[in-house]
Protein backbone atom coordinates (compact mmCIF):
# COMPACT_ATOMS: atom_id res chain seq x y z
CA UNK A 1 0.00 0.00 0.00
CA UNK A 2 2.43 2.27 1.02
CA UNK A 3 4.72 1.29 -1.92
CA UNK A 4 1.80 2.32 -4.23
CA UNK A 5 1.29 5.62 -2.72
CA UNK A 6 4.77 6.52 -3.25
CA UNK A 7 4.20 5.77 -7.05
CA UNK A 8 1.18 7.80 -7.47
CA UNK A 9 2.76 10.40 -5.58
CA UNK A 10 5.80 10.52 -7.41
CA UNK A 11 4.11 10.08 -10.89
CA UNK A 12 0.65 12.90 -10.07
CA UNK A 13 3.63 15.69 -11.28
CA UNK A 14 4.02 14.13 -14.34
CA UNK A 15 0.85 13.07 -15.01
CA UNK A 16 -0.77 16.90 -14.29
CA UNK A 17 2.02 19.06 -15.14
CA UNK A 18 2.99 19.69 -19.28
CA UNK A 19 6.89 18.96 -19.51
CA UNK A 20 7.47 22.71 -20.40
CA UNK A 21 6.05 23.64 -16.74
CA UNK A 22 7.48 20.54 -15.33
CA UNK A 23 11.01 21.83 -16.30
CA UNK A 24 10.72 25.03 -15.44
CA UNK A 25 9.92 24.31 -12.02
CA UNK A 26 12.23 21.88 -11.59
CA UNK A 27 14.89 24.24 -12.55
CA UNK A 28 13.51 27.06 -10.35
CA UNK A 29 13.66 24.17 -7.75
CA UNK A 30 17.56 23.35 -8.12
CA UNK A 31 18.51 26.85 -9.33
CA UNK A 32 20.29 27.89 -5.96
CA UNK A 33 22.33 24.81 -6.67
CA UNK A 34 24.04 26.95 -9.60
CA UNK A 35 26.29 28.93 -6.67
CA UNK A 36 27.57 25.54 -5.98
CA UNK A 37 28.41 25.11 -10.02
CA UNK A 38 25.47 22.65 -10.52
CA UNK A 39 24.27 23.41 -14.07
CA UNK A 40 20.27 23.18 -12.55
CA UNK A 41 19.14 23.97 -16.50
CA UNK A 42 20.69 20.78 -18.02
CA UNK A 43 19.61 18.71 -14.38
CA UNK A 44 15.98 19.85 -14.83
CA UNK A 45 16.14 18.71 -18.73
CA UNK A 46 17.60 15.87 -18.24
CA UNK A 47 14.83 14.83 -15.59
CA UNK A 48 12.02 16.28 -17.66
CA UNK A 49 13.56 13.73 -20.97
CA UNK A 50 14.30 11.09 -18.53
CA UNK A 51 10.30 11.55 -17.69
CA UNK A 52 9.23 11.15 -21.15
CA UNK A 53 10.87 8.67 -22.49
CA UNK A 54 9.92 6.30 -19.50
CA UNK A 55 6.28 5.34 -21.76
CA UNK A 56 8.51 5.25 -24.65
CA UNK A 57 10.97 2.62 -23.06
CA UNK A 58 8.20 0.47 -21.79
CA UNK A 59 6.83 0.24 -25.09
CA UNK A 60 9.55 -0.87 -26.59
CA UNK A 61 9.95 -3.47 -23.71
CA UNK A 62 7.02 -4.74 -24.48
CA UNK A 63 7.34 -5.34 -28.73
CA UNK A 64 11.27 -7.06 -27.03
CA UNK A 65 9.16 -9.12 -25.11
CA UNK A 66 6.68 -10.28 -27.34
CA UNK A 67 9.39 -11.08 -29.84
CA UNK A 68 11.25 -12.82 -27.22
CA UNK A 69 8.10 -15.44 -26.45
CA UNK A 70 7.70 -15.77 -30.28
CA UNK A 71 11.43 -16.95 -30.03
CA UNK A 72 10.12 -19.71 -27.12
CA UNK A 73 11.94 -17.65 -24.14
CA UNK A 74 10.00 -17.61 -20.67
CA UNK A 75 9.82 -15.07 -18.53
CA UNK A 76 8.48 -16.08 -15.77
CA UNK A 77 9.28 -19.69 -15.15
CA UNK A 78 11.75 -21.00 -12.61
CA UNK A 79 13.46 -19.47 -9.79
CA UNK A 80 14.23 -15.93 -9.16
CA UNK A 81 17.70 -16.07 -10.16
CA UNK A 82 16.40 -17.72 -13.14
CA UNK A 83 13.80 -15.10 -13.82
CA UNK A 84 16.96 -12.73 -13.60
CA UNK A 85 18.74 -14.23 -16.38
CA UNK A 86 15.81 -14.67 -18.40
CA UNK A 87 15.76 -10.84 -18.31
CA UNK A 88 19.12 -10.24 -19.48
CA UNK A 89 18.27 -10.89 -23.31
CA UNK A 90 15.77 -7.60 -22.88
CA UNK A 91 18.71 -5.08 -21.91
CA UNK A 92 20.71 -5.14 -24.91
CA UNK A 93 17.63 -4.01 -27.22
CA UNK A 94 16.44 -1.74 -25.00
CA UNK A 95 19.86 -0.26 -24.28
CA UNK A 96 20.36 -0.36 -28.09
CA UNK A 97 17.30 1.31 -29.00
CA UNK A 98 17.62 3.73 -26.09
CA UNK A 99 21.21 4.87 -27.23
CA UNK A 100 19.64 5.61 -30.76
CA UNK A 101 16.95 7.47 -29.46
CA UNK A 102 19.22 9.66 -27.22
CA UNK A 103 21.52 10.15 -30.42
CA UNK A 104 18.78 11.35 -32.34
CA UNK A 105 17.53 13.70 -29.69
CA UNK A 106 21.15 15.57 -29.18
CA UNK A 107 21.25 15.71 -33.48
CA UNK A 108 17.86 17.02 -33.59
CA UNK A 109 18.60 19.57 -30.50
CA UNK A 110 22.04 20.72 -31.73
CA UNK A 111 20.66 21.18 -35.26
CA UNK A 112 18.12 23.44 -33.48
CA UNK A 113 20.76 25.67 -31.65
CA UNK A 114 19.98 24.38 -28.75
CA UNK A 115 21.67 26.03 -25.92
CA UNK A 116 21.56 24.90 -22.26
CA UNK A 117 20.40 27.54 -19.79
CA UNK A 118 23.08 30.61 -20.73
CA UNK A 119 20.94 33.57 -21.12
CA UNK A 120 17.45 31.66 -21.55
CA UNK A 121 14.36 33.68 -21.12
CA UNK A 122 10.91 32.79 -20.52
CA UNK A 123 7.82 33.15 -22.52
CA UNK A 124 5.88 32.44 -19.62
CA UNK A 125 7.61 33.23 -15.87
CA UNK A 126 5.89 31.13 -13.25
CA UNK A 127 4.37 32.70 -9.73
CA UNK A 128 1.90 31.16 -7.24
CA UNK A 129 -1.60 31.61 -7.63
CA UNK A 130 -3.95 30.82 -5.34
CA UNK A 131 -4.57 26.46 -6.04
CA UNK A 132 -0.87 26.89 -5.31
CA UNK A 133 -1.17 27.71 -1.47
CA UNK A 134 -4.62 25.57 -1.22
CA UNK A 135 -2.17 22.29 -2.36
CA UNK A 136 0.65 23.68 -0.15
CA UNK A 137 -1.87 24.02 2.89
CA UNK A 138 -3.48 20.88 1.79
CA UNK A 139 -0.25 18.75 1.89
CA UNK A 140 1.37 20.61 5.02
CA UNK A 141 -2.42 19.49 7.01
CA UNK A 142 -2.12 15.92 5.49
CA UNK A 143 1.64 15.74 6.44
CA UNK A 144 0.88 17.06 9.77
CA UNK A 145 -1.92 14.71 10.37
CA UNK A 146 -0.11 11.75 9.71
CA UNK A 147 2.98 12.89 11.72
CA UNK A 148 0.29 13.58 14.50
CA UNK A 149 -1.10 10.02 13.49
CA UNK A 150 2.29 8.01 14.05
CA UNK A 151 2.84 9.46 17.54
CA UNK A 152 -0.26 9.29 18.97
Not at 14 to 43: D, F
Not at 127 to 139: E, H, L, M, Q, R
Request: aromatic residues 6%; charged residues 15%; hydrophobic residues 55%.
Amino acid sequence: MRLALLILIAFLPTLTTPPIKLTAGLESIISPLRRLGVPAHELAMMMTLALRFIPTLLQEAEVVISAQRSRGAGFTTGSPARWARSLLPLFVPLFAGALRRADDLAVAMESRCYRGGANRTRMNALKFSAADYVVIGVTMAVLAGVIALRFV
